[in-house]
């Protein structure tokens, strides 16, 4: 009896370590394009990893609008429009320019709620209860293989022509990959959990600290608060028992009061690094989220970081893996190239954040207050401050000579075909014309929009959001150059 061989199965386009936010937005992103996707994590399905996220800022809402969650997203929390630090310290966010001047007050599950249900209807293939356990890739293979290893103990292979670890702190991407993790401990022994309480605050967020101890309130809407907790005379490891009396403590000697928490559903604790991996990309393989870096919590920065990761690499992984790009690698050594500094620069303005909270000596008290009285006084600090940790004022390097325009955030447009951020939501670039301009004859040709009134710029839009080329007197051998390009 002859047997015929079985076929091994095609390599899907992509696998995604990791389900939290950044690899559901990637995930769903490049299934929205067509693409075959298989997201893996390790909980089993619907369990939250209790995370800290509690912000989400305007440049993350803007690309929430650009894939139409915003509003649903916005529906379910409370904008905030000013940020209170110190005390003292307010940073006014009701003058960005945007279509969310504020900053969004959300549990990260949320988040992860409306990106899971678009991942899901995008096609999106979820393996939950599963980890990675290794990966190979050679110069000679155009695939990465994976080993991975369910709840049950049982293992498969599976082979992708690209895979991404958005698989957290501990990434077993990055471990895998043998990169190291560089940085230090920045805070330890922070406490966190979620009670009731007896007192409602006076704001929706409230932190404070004096040097010795600091602590941090959010609600999540539903009568349950989120709070955080630290105290410089007691820092034991992280296994070490804790119970609410001693959150109440650091509340105390905070805040001033502990607004009478009982009842803590949940509380543990934990301690806060910041790291940064050097390269974003080995291969066939890239990092992102806390897979790349991690931050201290100020400034709530590290979910809107990694989404914003996601964001800048699935557009290009789908330009390549579709062949809608003459220099593939090119383009994919561009996500290290633009993401990596903004991390670091996170890393940079969240760790002064923290370090100000933490001010103990006369010295670091007299620069926080020296800080404080600048912010509050000096509106060009005060406006690049908003702008970074708003995530608007973020932009990556453009090529010499390049239009001003170019690599900058591209606000959202109102145009005669509808707002830019809807134009966005199929996933290609927008090429924003003055009107009358004919569309240009492309394989791939763009999104093509016009100017309501009589601007004559051109500006060609990565689905990212990002502007790619400008000219404010464009020919159509340029225009054609640009789009090829």
Known sequence: MTTTPSTPPAPVDVLVVGAGPTGLLLAGDLAAQGLSVTLVERRPHGISNMTRAFAVH??????????????????????LSSIRFFGRLSLDLSGLRTRFPFLLVTPQYEVERLLERRARAAGVRFRHETRLTSLRQSPASDTVTAELRAADGGTSTLEARYLVGTDGVRSQVREALGLPFPGTSVIRSLVLADVRLAEEPPGVLTVDGDGEAFAFIAPFGDGWYRVMGWDRMHQPDDSAPVDLDELRGVARRALGTDYGMHDARWISRFHSDERQVPAYRTGRVFLAGDAAHVHSPAGGQGMNTGLQDAANLSWKLAAVLRGHTASPEALLDSYHEERHPVGAQVLRSS??????????TPLQRTARMVATTVLSHVQPASDKVIGMVSGLAISYAAPRGAHP??????PDLSLREGRLHQLLRDGAFVLVTPAGTPTPEMPTPPTHAHWKDDRTTA?????DGYIAWASDHPDPAALRAALTR
């Open 58 to 79: 305007a440049r993350t809402l803007e690309l929430l609008d650009s894939r139409g969650l915003a509003d649903e997203l916005v529906g379910s929390g409370i904008p």
């Open 405 to 410: 325009l170019t690599s900058r955030r591209a």
């Open 351 to 360: 760790g002064a954040l923290i370090r100000l909270a933490m001010a103990r």
């Open 459 to 463: 500006l060609l839009v990565r689905p």
